[in-house]
């Protein structure tokens, strides 16, 4: 088998998408697997398929362009869905838009399934996880707060939700259940 372009994009160990207006152009075997889809399934698509529900997708489209770095780079681990099975994972996604200015019109992203580290043991709405990866990020109320637009004390509120969820006494206990298999 001649190495190439090609070859690395498909037998990476890692899922890649390159992306147009947050449609799926292509993807490896690698992302097929990890997310149960043929390719028909994905490419030509939105990324919402990957998504747990259309806010969560929503809001992920609008934390990008808020927290993209100079040179058009992004990372975040998110919970994403399976498109076989419909069950919900850890995911870590890093990308680049390949115009900072205008990031959605083409990106290269990497997906990396967390699953076998950090598992969902609570049923958590969209804005629970997302406020719990942005805790296991090590960001303050404030800081996460000013990610999602959201004031801090409401962030507080999510917190202690997540608290009783996850039965913790403390943020950093918290933490660590979040992030125990």
């Known amino acids: 088998?001649?190495?190439?372009?090609?070859?690395?994009?498909?037998?990476?160990?890692?899922?890649?998408?390159?992306?147009?207006?947050?449609?799926?152009?292509?993807?490896?075997?690698?992302?097929?697997?990890?997310?149960?889809?043929?390719?028909?399934?994905?490419?030509?698509?939105?990324f919402e398929v990957l998504y747990p529900s259309m806010i969560e997708f929503e809001r992920t489209g609008a934390r990008i362009i808020a927290s993209l770095d100079q040179g058009g780079f992004y990372a975040d681990d998110r919970v994403m869905k399976r498109v076989g099975s419909g069950e919900l994972f850890w995911c870590h996604v890093s990308g680049r838009a390949l115009n900072p200015a205008d990031p959605h019109a083409q990106g290269i992203w990497s997906f990396e399934d967390l699953s076998a580290h950090r598992q969902l043991k609570a049923d958590l709405t969209a804005r629970e996880r997302e406020i719990a990866?942005?805790?296991?990020?090590?960001?303050?109320?404030?800081?996460?707060?000013?990610?999602?637009?959201?004031?801090?004390?409401?962030?507080?509120?999510?917190?202690?939700?997540?608290?009783?969820?996850?039965?913790?006494?403390?943020?950093?206990?918290?933490?660590?259940?979040?992030?125990?298999?």
Do not use: W
Not at 142 to 147: A, F, N, Q, V
Not at 152 to 169: E, Q
């Open 133 to 181: 990866a942005l805790l296991i990020e090590g960001l303050s109320s404030k800081m996460i707060g000013r990610r999602l637009d959201i004031s801090p004390r409401t962030v507080d509120v999510y917190r202690a939700r997540l608290m009783k969820k996850y039965s913790a006494g403390s943020t950093p206990e918290l933490i660590h259940k979040l992030l125990s298999a």
């Open 1 to 46: 088998m001649p190495l190439d372009y090609r070859t690395a994009f498909e037998l990476a160990p890692i899922g890649l998408v390159l992306s147009a207006n947050r449609l799926i152009v292509d993807c490896n075997q690698q992302l097929l697997s990890m997310f149960g889809a043929e390719q028909n399934q994905l490419v030509g698509r939105s």
